[in-house]
């Protein structure tokens, strides 16, 4: 009997202290499973906190402006020369027309004063008619007036549509500045020549022509655009 008592305390102290040790080792087990469940689901989460997922999605986008700098550049030089295409562009169909209107009124005949194909013209008036129809700007009346507007083109710059002076009120090219024209290209320029003629085309290097050349002028709206260069 004593010794069942024994055997029973002993069962009942070990009973005691695999229920303590049990309860221990449960509270480290579910410690540690507590532990590896906020980690397993906290470590997603930290991959998808808002701020390094941001920086995530924007640093992969961006260059450095040294990276930046030469496609700017790139597009502004496209944008420069699509500009630059489209002014000479324009500057040339600019001159087209006023030539093509210009090639059109030859043999209209020479009227002094005159101004309109339907009369006659003299030099200034055909200058202006063709100026005026063709690109709608407005020179002035005469040919002395005309020469003193516009830019000064040296000869090898001439292009077509420029204005050609000559000095044939005085001799030997020595007057003023009396008569005007046309240039058209390689030298050869058309104008209202004189009385009991017509509108026709002449070059720069007749000997008559030659040394009454007074020079050229550019018309100011032509001037404003880049149409490139023509040797005369």
């Not at 004189?194 to 000997?207: A, I, K, M, Q, T």
């Not at 030659?210 to 050229?216: I, N, V």
Request: proline letters at 5%.
């Amino acid at each position: 009997m004593p010794k069942t008592r024994l055997v029973l305390a002993a069962l009942a102290s070990a009973m005691c202290f695999s229920g303590t040790a049990l309860a221990a080792t449960d509270g480290g087990l579910q410690a540690q499973v507590s532990a590896k469940i906020s980690s397993s689901l906290l470590s997603p989460l930290s991959a998808f906190t808002p701020a390094p997922s941001l920086a995530q999605s924007t640093l992969p986008t961006q260059l450095p402006i040294a990276a930046l700098a030469p496609a700017k550049t790139a597009e502004a030089g496209q944008a420069l020369d699509a500009d630059q295409f489209s002014d000479a562009k324009l500057g040339q169909d600019l001159r087209d027309t006023l030539i093509g209107l210009a090639m059109q009124l030859r043999n209209v005949r020479y009227v002094r004063g005159g101004h309109d194909p339907s009369t006659g013209f003299d030099c200034s008036g055909f200058v202006r008619y063709v100026f005026e129809r063709a690109i709608g700007l407005q020179l002035p009346t005469n040919s002395a007036s005309q020469y003193l507007i516009g830019h000064i083109v040296l000869r090898n710059d001439m292009q077509p549509g420029d204005l050609v002076f000559f000095r044939t009120a005085g001799r030997h090219g020595k007057g003023r500045v009396s008569h005007v024209g046309i240039y058209l290209s390689d030298g050869r320029f058309i104008h209202s020549p004189r009385h009991g003629e017509s509108v026709r085309v002449d070059s720069l290097s007749d000997s008559y022509w030659a040394k009454r050349f007074a020079g050229a002028r550019r018309p100011d709206a032509m001037a404003q655009i880049n149409s490139g260069t023509h040797s005369g």
